[in-house]
């Protein structure tokens, strides 16, 4: 990884370190146990050149989940049409996986991290992951349909969570399974 000096350096390439670093920092010592001292050591930057990209250690957080809100939001947006048919909730679990594969890494955070969870950007991602199991629950649910829900959701965070699993190789495999867990076939 280049060693940033100061702020001069290429302002894109200097926050994306950043972010990938309070990434790697996160994951191992937790969002409260990772200081801003933490985040600009490593990358040989000062905290002045941090709080040039960012106003604080959250707003570090917000640019690391802000992707993942967005594609979420998006991917919310697309099924809310949807209706309870198999065909609609195959599309829905298989959107899921994708944009579960796409930042897994942050997903991961998020979930594990229970300061994450109660930050401002956890709220919405927490809400949104309500609203996802609200549409795969649909209106009056029953605890049968719950444990649905739960069990197909879960294989597919589980499954993109174990290290060396290629998304794109067993995507199909394993929307499949959480359907069939979904549509109790």
Do not use: C, W
């Not at 719950?146 to 069990?151: F, I, N």
């Amino acid at each position: 990884m280049p060693v940033v000096d100061d702020i001069n350096e290429d302002p894109i390439d200097t926050k994306t370190q950043i972010l990938e670093n309070a990434r790697k920092l996160f994951a191992i010592h937790g969002y409260d146990g990772t200081s801003i001292r933490q985040l600009t050591a490593s990358l040989d930057i000062t905290p002045a050149a941090l709080y040039y990209h960012f106003a604080s250690k959250n707003d570090v957080l917000e640019g690391l989940a802000a992707k993942l809100h967005d594609t979420s939001d998006a991917f919310l947006e697309r099924i809310r049409d949807f209706d309870q048919s198999t065909d609609s909730m195959r599309e829905a679990l298989s959107q899921y996986y994708d944009v579960l594969a796409d930042d897994i890494h942050v997903f991961r955070l998020v979930y594990n991290d229970a300061a994450i969870q109660h930050s401002p950007i956890g709220q919405r991602l927490r809400s949104q992951a309500r609203d996802f199991y609200s549409y795969l629950v649909g209106p009056n649910p029953s605890v049968e349909d719950r444990m649905r829900a739960a069990g197909a959701v879960g294989i597919i965070r589980l499954s993109l969570e174990q290290r060396g699993v290629d998304p794109d190789k067993h995507r199909d495999v394993i929307v499949e399974r959480a359907f069939r867990v979904m549509t109790d076939v």
